[in-house]
Structures are given as C-alpha cells and as structure tokens.
C-alpha cells in the first residue's frame, strides 16, 4: 500500500502503521528525508512517514515546497531569512534552520528574488 494517499491538490494524506493524517500542504513546516522515513515536520507535530520519497512530497505538493537540499523541502511562508554566507535557512518562530545544498542555491535565491 502506498504511504501518500489520493488527496485534493492541497491537503497531503499519509498511511502510517494503519493511521491516516490529513495534512494541509500550508500547515507543513518542511520535510527531510532519514534514512527510509521522511519526517514531516508540521505547525503542531512531527509525522515519521516510512519509505516515502521526497520526489514524491515535491510533485504532489506542487507549488507549495522548495527543494533547498538533497533531503530536504521547505515550505517557503515560513522562511525567515536566508544566510547565503553560511548557506542556511532560518525558519519563523525558531523552528530550526536548514542547510541549503550547493546545487539548489539558484532555486532558493529566485523565491526571494522573484
């Protein structure tokens, strides 16, 4: 059975261990990819999905995600800042920061710069 589920363009479903979370695509802090899980770091809670793709979070979440490393999306509304210099991201509300891969710096600057 597939982890991400049918769900309108919006909301993205996801099947863990026989539950069934409903999450808006804006509620979504970011996601990062560990090992076989991605963790699915929301406003309220912290979802450990088992082998879902990151590829598959972008193309569902069209729009609404930006690749800024290899195993990791971020939800654009809730970049702070970004520190080219050190090649981070700093989240709202002190939601952590994020490293940002040499291959999507271009990507990360157009949002900003658009």
């Known amino acids: 059975m597939s982890v991400l589920l049918e769900a309108p363009a919006d909301v993205m479903r996801f099947y863990v261990r026989g539950v069934v979370y409903r999450v808006a695509c804006e509620d979504i802090v970011y996601m990062e990819s560990q090992n076989r899980f991605v963790a699915v770091h929301t406003k309220e809670r912290l979802i450990f999905v088992p082998y879902l793709k990151l590829c598959e979070c972008m193309e569902k979440g069209k729009g609404h ?16 800042e ?8 700093i989240l709202y ?3 952590g920061e994020l490293m940002i891969g040499r291959k999507y710096l271009g990507q990360v600057r157009q949002i900003f710069d658009a």
Do not use: E, T, W
């Open 82 to 89: 970004i520190q080219l210099n050190r090649m981070k991201i």
């Open 93 to 95: 509300d002190g939601r």
């Open 65 to 80: 995600f930006l690749r800024c490393h290899r195993s990791v999306l971020v939800n654009p509304a809730y970049i702070k």
